[in-house]
């Protein structure tokens, strides 16, 4: 088991987009209120008084959509002057992030995170939603101007989907090959939502590496993070090509990370709900900042024994209540 020294920081439950992976057609959405979340001096402080002492240097602030939070670059600047802090990070679907790159990059945030699973405008706005007008041109945008910021190398992540998107994987593993991008392509997870598309819900990774083998050729590559990812690079390419295959080659030995909800919740894997400890509260309660850390310490002892089955998701055995636009991913 490695060593668990990485917080995922779900900033909020919303999203701007509803995606079909994340977002069933049929799910009525109840978000938590503003009084519900953990406030920016809250996080700051769980992570200065009870997370960093307890060994973690890693931080990822995701959402729901983290670029909805009000005041989130005061967030970024008050986190990235903690001293202990290694790695700040965001993921993002970066429809908001033309005017916001500029300001996290000088408030101190490492690196970015951007979904994007479609070149193809129609596509992206089938897979996202429809919401009228085309939101791919302002996602663009967003990925240009983080870029043009500073993020370097950039992340893109890409849901592949049977019969939707998984034609557009050379088009979209073209993108490292004149800028240093990282172009990670994720195995759909059928969490309750697999009918909605092609009967074979998901494509294992090692085909996607194949059709990138017979156009290219594939070499071992390296890139700065702390994900699960394969990473590899096309002969000659600035960036690299990665692939997280939770499903085909799962990974939750090699798991890193734990995961603090919008509301409060401390969780030690993505979609176990059984174990977890409620630090907002207690926090509020004024429990004491040994106690708050005993609790943590508890939970990352336990965190070996908590097994994620992939067999039993989408099934009614109570392993999770949350869309994965809630989860924060």
């Not at 917080?7 to 977002?23: E, H, M, T």
């Not at 004024?286 to 067999?311: A, C, G």
Request: with cysteine; hydrophobic share 40%; proline share 5%.
């Amino acid at each position: 088991m490695n060593k668990v020294d990485y917080l995922r920081i779900s900033l909020i439950d919303r999203c701007n987009f509803r995606c079909r992976y994340c977002v069933p057609d049929d799910a009525e959405l109840q978000y938590l209120l503003t009084p519900e979340l953990l406030t920016n001096d809250e996080i700051v402080t769980l992570l200065r008084e009870v997370f960093i002492p307890t060994g973690f240097r890693k931080f990822r602030l995701t959402g729901g959509e983290p670029l909805l939070r009000p005041n989130l670059v005061e967030l970024v600047a008050a986190i990235a002057q903690l001293p202990e802090v290694e790695d700040l990070s965001m993921t993002t679907n970066a429809f908001l992030l033309e005017n916001l790159a500029a300001d996290l990059y000088e408030a101190g945030l490492n690196r970015l995170n951007i979904s994007l699973d479609s070149l193809n405008q129609e596509t992206f706005d089938q897979i996202i939603g429809n919401y009228g007008k085309s939101r791919w041109e302002p996602t663009w945008r967003g990925i240009l101007a983080a870029y043009d910021a500073g993020f370097n190398p950039l992340k893109l992540n890409v849901v592949v989907i049977p019969g939707v998107n998984d034609h557009e994987v050379l088009d979209l593993a073209a993108l490292t090959l004149e800028r240093n991008w990282h172009v990670r392509f994720i195995e759909f997870m059928p969490i309750g939502n697999g009918e909605l598309f092609d009967e074979r819900t998901w494509i294992p990774s090692e085909e996607l590496r194949q059709r990138i083998r017979k156009k290219w050729g594939l070499t071992e590559g390296q890139i700065q993070g702390n994900g699960p990812a394969d990473v590899f690079q096309i002969p000659g390419a600035k960036g690299t090509v990665g692939f997280i295959s939770q499903m085909s080659e799962c990974f939750c030995d090699r798991c890193n990370r734990m995961r603090l909800s919008a509301d409060g919740w401390l969780r030690p894997c993505l979609l176990n709900e059984s174990d977890q400890i409620d630090l907002k509260s207690a926090l509020r309660s004024n429990v004491s900042t040994e106690v708050l850390r005993d609790k943590v310490k508890y939970l990352l002892e336990i965190k070996p024994d908590v097994n994620f089955k992939l067999r039993d998701m989408g099934t009614d055995q109570g392993q999770y209540s949350r869309t994965m636009s809630q989860i924060g991913g």
